[in-house]
């Protein structure tokens, strides 16, 4: 029976951990991106036109109905060879298949998110009375006044474990960014393996390391969640 190199292991851990700037920047701007835009198509859900409401269903569907594997694969190769043949047509000098890798995460993990995150914020936003923010506009305050300092504060409330759960399913779903050629943790520590094909011990590190990341961004969320306590009433 193949005992585990507990040497390798150690060296790998550090070598997978040397990935997480990669890992955590495509977090940080796919959630840049799609907190805003979740926040807009949750808006469009509750009390947009049945056009658009219909539009954002679809997109939803689509993004959660699929493997994100394959959203990576489409957008990373099949998008690329379709828009290269359309700058072929315009007669255009540029080439799609220079742009740096990480610009197809940002957008893949951007797209996915704000699918998840439109629906967090729909429910969240669903658990604050419409007669508060009749109230705010009786007070003289705009719809957005209304919402920064009445409704998106208790909303937060509702919507932070969802929003924590969809972050570190996040950060965990990056581990597909192999297929994209990134080197990131997965693939730096596959990469580690490969001479020795010490791959158990790599999925080992693999496994610690991003269990360690989300760890850490769970304690983040609950200490922000303590702050929010105070609006917990309001909200009840």
């Not at 719809?143 to 924590?164: D, G, H, K, M, W």
Request: proline fraction near 4%; include cysteine.
């Amino acid at each position: 029976m193949q005992t585990l190199d507990l040497h390798f292991m150690w060296e790998a851990f550090f070598i997978a951990l040397s990935g997480a700037p990669i890992t955590l920047l495509i977090t940080v701007v796919a959630l840049l991106i799609s907190i805003p835009v979740g926040f807009f198509f949750s808006l469009i859900r509750l009390n947009g036109t049945p056009i658009l409401d219909q539009l954002c269903r679809i997109y939803i569907s689509f993004v959660r109905g699929t493997p994100l594997i394959i959203q990576i694969f489409l957008i990373y190769n099949v998008m690329p060879i379709l828009l290269e043949r359309f700058l072929r047509s315009t007669h255009s000098t540029l080439s799609v298949f220079d742009v740096n890798p990480i610009w197809y995460a940002f957008v893949v993990f951007s797209l996915y998110t704000i699918a998840i995150l439109t629906e967090v914020f729909r429910s969240a936003l669903k658990t604050v009375q419409k007669s508060q923010l009749e109230a705010a506009h009786s007070v003289g305050l705009s719809t957005c006044a209304a919402y920064r300092r009445i409704i998106i504060p208790q909303a937060l409330v509702t919507a932070l474990p969802n929003l924590c759960n969809a972050t570190t399913n996040l950060i965990k779903n990056t581990s597909l960014c192999y297929a994209l050629s990134l080197r990131e943790i997965t693939l730096r520590a596959k990469v580690a393996a490969n001479p020795g094909y010490n791959y158990i011990e790599a999925y080992i590190d693999i496994f610690l390391v991003y269990l360690l990341i989300c760890s850490l961004v769970e304690y983040g969320f609950k200490k922000y969640e303590k702050k929010l306590k105070a609006y917990q009433c309001l909200s009840a």
